[in-house]
């Protein structure tokens, strides 16, 4: 079946501009997570979402960070008045339940703030 | 939180040689242990993974060993190829009602020499 898709696949945007990254888990996943990778760098989590229960927001690095998810569908990554160092590829991945462990990325938003 | 931390940053065997990465975590709550392969470019992809309940798992050429008492787990890759070259991650979760988030090390970048 299909897979975690992203969108746009890259975005370039200039220093002060808000961007806003898209997700489509894979259908019937109720876990989405948001993940942003520096270049040459690990996965940093950014925020999760599990059904209706209010998403944990732990993991983003500041107010200009936020993140919407619909019902169990499309969520949307925004960043506010970007910042050079927020130039990273942005990851999405979904999973069956909390409970189901395993995590399936999609291919990832490369963002380039100039 | 949970730290994992990993090494080496990078290795470079031989092909047909065995490579090994090692993880260690902080958290004793933590009893599942995936690993990810991130080919340039491309999204992590599940190779392996391990539960607590368990010591040690294979599947082919890949192996995962796993010591809770000293907290910290393995990657044994057999005959490596060059295909095998990527980017390698290992991470750690435990499985509390909330925790869901999976905590990754820095990767290790292997490179399969022909």
């Known amino acids: 079946g299909a897979g975690v898709s992203q969108s746009p696949s890259n975005k370039v945007t200039e220093k002060g501009k808000d961007v806003e990254l898209r997700c489509d888990p894979i259908?019937?996943?109720?876990?989405l997570y948001w993940y942003r990778q520096r270049l040459g760098q690990g996965l940093e989590f950014l925020i999760y979402?599990?059904?209706?229960?209010?998403?944990?927001k732990s993991g983003l690095p500041s107010d200009r960070f936020s993140a919407e998810r619909t019902g169990e569908s499309v969520s949307t990554l925004t960043i506010q008045r970007t910042q050079q160092e927020d130039s990273a590829v942005y990851l999405c991945?979904?999973?069956?339940?909390?409970?189901?462990?395993?995590?399936?990325f999609g291919p990832g938003t490369r963002l380039t703030v100039t | 939180g949970e730290n994992v931390e990993q090494h080496p940053s990078t290795l470079s065997v031989q092909e047909g040689d065995s490579a090994v990465i090692k993880c260690t975590y902080s958290?004793?709550?933590?009893?599942?242990f995936p690993w990810y392969k991130q080919e340039l470019g491309k999204r992590p992809q599940l190779i392996i993974d391990?539960?607590?309940?368990?010591g040690e798992k294979k599947d082919q050429r890949i192996a995962v060993t796993l010591n809770k008492t000293a907290k910290h787990f393995s990657l044994h890759i057999t005959e490596t190829q060059p295909e095998d070259s990527a980017v390698y991650f290992c991470?750690?979760?435990?499985?509390?009602?909330?925790?869901?988030?999976?905590?990754f090390g820095a990767g290790t970048t292997v490179t399969v020499r022909a």
């Open positions: 991945a979904s999973s069956l339940s909390t409970y189901s462990y395993e995590q399936y």
């Open positions: 259908s019937g996943h109720t876990a």
């Open positions: 979402f599990q059904g209706n229960s209010a998403p944990d």
């Open positions: 958290d004793s709550a933590s009893n599942y």
């Open positions: 391990i539960r607590s309940n368990v």
């Open positions: 991470a750690a979760s435990s499985s509390g009602f909330n925790d869901y988030k999976l905590s």
